[in-house]
């Protein structure tokens, strides 16, 4: 099986869209399956991850620099991309490359335009979204997270025989978070160890606000972890901060970020990826949305009893942080119900359905 996936990262996107396809096709691989990623060549990209990863990596030049929207505070996280420039660089690509049978995108600027040029160069079209705001041509629809209404609303965006793997129970993680769940503690409440991640990226340093909350309340006998993503313009900001704060520790590009989580107590994170990586062992979460596409996971995980969420970052203060870990502090049954929950929603195995969803399609064409 030869795959493509059609994916980017950079300082303004981050790392969830290439971090979930890494994971992807590395489970991909398990199966003997060939692949190849197709990145737009774009400031602070990460690619250098799918050559650490030993991938076939394409870099594709964009025809201009990509225009960020002005309101940054919402809506950062599409880049201007010409779809129509980007159809014929992936054509290329698809050209010197042996027959393909999946053709794998995660890119919020491209849709059913894009999808249907490249529907003759490829056997099947799997698309990875969660914003569920455009149309889509696809066989394959994958979407993580959890909503209230997740199992309907992506019903008038993809064809009728498109078939659409809905919710947690696929979330794509790494092995490691399969293997930290058999070893993860029962938590009993109690705050000791409190991480902080904002994403691999972070422009709006949600890190530092969420660092002066700490700051606010005062507990040096309260450990925290502070991770920074490679992507992170202002890493060695974040490191200055730290060192001024008692029992605060910065980690940059970590590689045991299960490990870490298993470790903690309390997350303050955002409503990202990571979201599924803290359920599966059981960490409760401060959500704060740090893009648009953020609130509604983030506002469902607090529905499903898995954390609090504090708002979009432009509305959360460091008062708010500080007062809500505070309340926490005292509420140790809470966070135990939150551990409890999150755990029910995650397994860890959502990687190999999505590997089967994909292989069921080629061995129906075979099957006699």
Same mark, same amino acid.
């Given at each position: 099986?030869?795959? @493509?996936?059609?994916?980017?990262? &950079?300082?303004?996107?981050?790392?969830?869209?290439?971090?979930?396809?890494?994971?992807?096709?590395?489970? $991909? @691989?398990?199966?003997?399956?060939?692949? #190849?990623?197709?990145?737009?060549?774009?400031?602070?990209?990460?690619?250098?991850?799918?050559?650490?990863?030993?991938?076939? $990596?394409?870099?594709? #030049?964009?025809?201009?620099?990509?225009?960020?929207?002005?309101?940054?505070?919402?809506?950062?996280?599409?880049?201007?991309?010409?779809?129509?420039?980007?159809?014929?660089?992936?054509?290329?690509?698809?050209?010197?490359?042996?027959?393909?049978? %999946?053709?794998?995108?995660?890119?919020?600027?491209?849709?059913?335009?894009?999808?249907?040029?490249?529907?003759?160069?490829?056997?099947?079209?799997?698309?990875?979204?969660?914003?569920?705001?455009?149309?889509?041509?696809?066989?394959?629809?994958?979407?993580?997270?959890?909503?209230?209404?997740?199992?309907?609303?992506?019903?008038?965006?993809?064809?009728?025989?498109?078939?659409?793997?809905?919710?947690?129970?696929?979330?794509?993680?790494?092995?490691?978070?399969?293997?930290?769940?058999?070893?993860?503690?029962?938590?009993?409440?109690?705050?000791?160890?409190?991480?902080?991640?904002?994403?691999?990226?972070?422009?709006?340093?949600?890190?530092?606000?969420?660092?002066?909350?700490?700051?606010?309340?005062?507990?040096?006998?309260?450990?925290?972890?502070?991770?920074?993503?490679?992507?992170?313009? $202002?890493?060695?900001?974040?490191?200055?901060?730290?060192?001024?704060?008692?029992?605060?520790?910065?980690?940059?590009?970590?590689?045991?970020?299960?490990?870490?989580?298993?470790?903690?107590?309390?997350?303050?994170?955002?409503?990202? &990826?990571?979201?599924?990586?803290?359920?599966?062992?059981?960490?409760?979460?401060?959500?704060?949305? #740090?893009?648009?596409?953020?609130?509604?996971?983030?506002?469902?995980?607090?529905?499903?009893?898995?954390?609090?969420?504090?708002?979009?970052?432009?509305?959360?203060?460091?008062?708010?942080?500080?007062?809500?870990?505070?309340?926490?502090?005292?509420?140790?049954?809470?966070?135990?119900? %939150?551990?409890?929950?999150?755990?029910?929603?995650?397994?860890?195995?959502?990687?190999?359905?999505?590997?089967?969803?994909?292989?069921?399609?080629?061995?129906?064409? @075979?099957?006699?």
């Amino acid at each position: 099986m030869r795959v @493509v996936f059609r994916t980017d990262s &950079s300082s303004m996107i981050g790392s969830g869209h290439l971090m979930r396809c890494l994971t992807l096709a590395q489970a $991909l @691989v398990d199966k003997e399956a060939k692949v #190849t990623f197709v990145c737009n060549d774009l400031p602070g990209h990460l690619a250098h991850y799918i050559d650490e990863a030993g991938f076939d $990596l394409r870099l594709i #030049t964009p025809d201009r620099d990509p225009f960020i929207s002005e309101n940054r505070a919402v809506d950062y996280i599409r880049p201007d991309i010409n779809w129509d420039y980007d159809v014929r660089r992936t054509q290329e690509v698809l050209a010197d490359a042996d027959a393909v049978d %999946w053709l794998v995108v995660d890119h919020y600027n491209l849709d059913e335009r894009w999808e249907q040029f490249m529907r003759p160069h490829v056997g099947y079209i799997m698309v990875i979204d969660d914003l569920a705001d455009r149309l889509h041509d696809c066989d394959l629809l994958l979407d993580q997270n959890y909503y209230e209404d997740f199992a309907s609303r992506y019903d008038q965006l993809v064809p009728d025989h498109c078939r659409r793997l809905l919710g947690p129970e696929f979330a794509v993680l790494r092995p490691e978070f399969l293997a930290a769940q058999t070893r993860d503690r029962a938590r009993d409440g109690t705050i000791s160890r409190i991480l902080i991640f904002m994403g691999g990226a972070d422009p709006q340093n949600v890190t530092e606000t969420a660092l002066e909350a700490i700051r606010m309340i005062h507990r040096p006998d309260i450990a925290v972890d502070v991770i920074v993503g490679a992507a992170n313009p $202002l890493a060695d900001r974040i490191r200055t901060v730290c060192r001024l704060i008692p029992q605060c520790t910065f980690h940059h590009r970590v590689t045991n970020m299960a490990e870490m989580m298993a470790a903690a107590d309390l997350a303050v994170g955002a409503g990202g &990826s990571t979201t599924w990586e803290r359920c599966c062992l059981g960490l409760p979460t401060i959500f704060i949305a #740090t893009a648009r596409n953020e609130i509604g996971i983030a506002r469902a995980a607090e529905l499903a009893g898995v954390g609090s969420y504090l708002g979009i970052h432009y509305d959360v203060t460091p008062s708010m942080i500080a007062n809500e870990i505070r309340r926490l502090l005292e509420s140790s049954h809470v966070v135990k119900t %939150w551990s409890e929950r999150a755990r029910t929603l995650v397994d860890g195995k959502g990687a190999e359905r999505v590997c089967r969803g994909m292989l069921e399609f080629l061995e129906a064409e @075979v099957t006699p």
